[in-house]
T-cell receptor
């Protein structure tokens, strides 16, 4: 039982490049979430998915897209990365109490 | 939109002593959940304690307890008998009826040996 896994753990992008952050959970949870964590800002919700096939915007969705591929997987895509998207990204599952992945540190230069 | 405020960016406590971390929130809802999460240097987010708004009794988990004041919209975390392993960033979080979570900006706790 791996819980919530995220890949990659670290990534450096140049401005304008695209990439997809992967998240998977093996706990059969319906809800999945993507957050970003910036110094002094806490965690802010980017997108969430209440169930397979549904996604909704959170507080800071601009510049991101998501895909709920199936019940296990929820990916976050940056189509054209900007320096303002430099952050640590966390995936989480379950709405009753959140189970978090280990995070992805993304740097956009 | 809901907001969560942690007014103490940093706190320190002597080992074996008690410390209280503060959290206030703003909401017009009556049914919601409140959480405290711990984030050690490993960056992993760990659930410390959960409180349902409809429950009047304050939640307790071993050395961790909360003081939930619904009318005042206050949700403080008390750590008793502090240990070196308690040193971490602590985040207060609110979950609304739409199952969206809102986090505070965190309190960095230092435990002094």
């Amino acid at each position: 039982n791996a819980g919530v896994t995220q890949t990659p753990k670290f990534q450096v992008l140049k401005t304008g490049q695209s990439m997809t952050l992967q998240c998977a959970q093996d706990m059969n949870h319906n809800s999945m979430y993507w957050y970003r964590q910036d110094p002094g800002m806490g965690l802010r919700l980017i997108y969430y998915s209440a169930s397979e096939g549904t996604t909704d915007k959170g507080e800071v969705p601009n510049g991101y897209n998501v895909s709920r591929l199936n019940k296990r997987e929820f990916s976050l895509r940056l189509e054209s990365a900007a320096p303002s998207q430099t952050s640590v990204y966390f995936c989480a599952s379950r709405y009753y109490e959140q189970y978090f992945g280990p995070g992805t540190r993304l740097t956009v230069t | 939109a809901q907001t969560v405020t942690q007014s103490q960016p940093e706190m320190s406590v002597q080992e074996a002593e008690t410390v209280t971390l503060s959290c206030t929130y703003d909401t017009s809802e009556s049914d919601y959940y409140l959480f405290w999460y711990k984030q050690p240097p490993s960056r992993q987010m760990i659930l410390v304690i959960r409180q349902e708004a409809y429950k009047q009794q304050n939640a307790t988990e071993n050395r961790f307890s909360v003081n939930f004041q619904k009318a005042a919209k206050s949700f403080s975390l008390k750590i008793s008998d502090s240990q070196l392993g308690d040193a971490a960033m602590y985040f207060c979080a609110y979950r609304n009826t739409g199952n969206q979570f809102y986090f505070g900006t965190g309190t960095s706790l230092t435990v002094i040996p």
